[in-house]
């Protein structure tokens, strides 16, 4: 009689076990694939490029090693086709350095009548940094080869518009340094292309400045583009 008791009790506790383990991984499945698809929700990269400048007048010669750009991207995803196929958007925040060195410096540089729009025709100095930086707001399209984020390869492409928070040079003569705001004749507005190519968190960066640099008629095809790396997080 017990054993006819204690029996079926086994086999209910039994079959409750094999139910609830089989409950749990379903459950870490579900928790598995949605943390696989949460990794391609929000992006976050920094990058840093060496501008190439194009177009830039006779009088002005830069350091083509010391002119980079560097920033972050944040990327949330606005269409998710598979956890594949990502149309993403969200913020940026990158610093522009351009670097000269050039001779012939002229007195009128230091005057009080000094005005800036002039920089790129009239001057030359010894030593310029041009720093300006920018705000945007990025429009992408990413394809990855797997939905697996550790083992996909990702392409992204899009561009990236941005409003110039801030420009100014710094200037040095000698021992002389004068420190000027530039945001004058830098053109408030950029459109750039910009193109991602990379595995897991490290990415070969590049972007392409789409409209002028400068606002000013004697500078209106400068334009530069920049090749660099960069590093992504996934939040």
Request: charged fraction near 20%; glycine fraction near 6%.
């Amino acid at each position: 009689m017990k054993i006819k008791i204690i029996s079926p009790f086994l086999f209910f506790v039994i079959a409750g076990i094999s139910v609830f383990g089989q409950i749990d991984i379903d459950i870490e499945d579900i928790e598995t694939s949605s943390e696989q698809k949460s990794e391609h929700s929000t992006n976050l990269a920094y990058f840093y490029s060496i501008q190439h400048w194009q177009n830039l007048p006779d009088l002005l010669s830069t350091k083509a090693g010391r002119n980079h750009e560097s920033g972050i991207l944040l990327f949330f995803d606005l269409f998710d086709l598979n956890s594949q196929v990502n149309l993403s958007t969200g913020v940026s925040f990158k610093i522009s350095h351009l670097h000269s060195n050039v001779n012939d410096w002229t007195d009128d540089g230091l005057s009080d009548s000094y005005d800036p729009t002039y920089f790129l025709n009239s001057f030359d100095f010894h030593k310029n940094k041009l720093v300006s930086g920018w705000l945007g707001i990025p429009l992408c399209l990413s394809l990855n080869t797997s939905r697996d984020y550790k083992k996909t390869i990702k392409i992204q492409g899009g561009i990236n518009g941005s409003y110039l928070l801030y420009a100014h040079t710094k200037l040095v003569y000698d021992i002389t340094k004068l420190k000027v705001k530039a945001g004058a004749y830098i053109n408030p507005y950029r459109l750039d292309a910009i193109c991602t190519f990379g595995w897991r968190f490290v990415y070969v960066y590049a972007s392409y400045e789409l409209n002028p640099f400068f606002n000013i008629a004697e500078a209106s095809l400068v334009r530069n583009w920049t090749s660099g790396i960069a590093i992504y997080l996934k939040l």
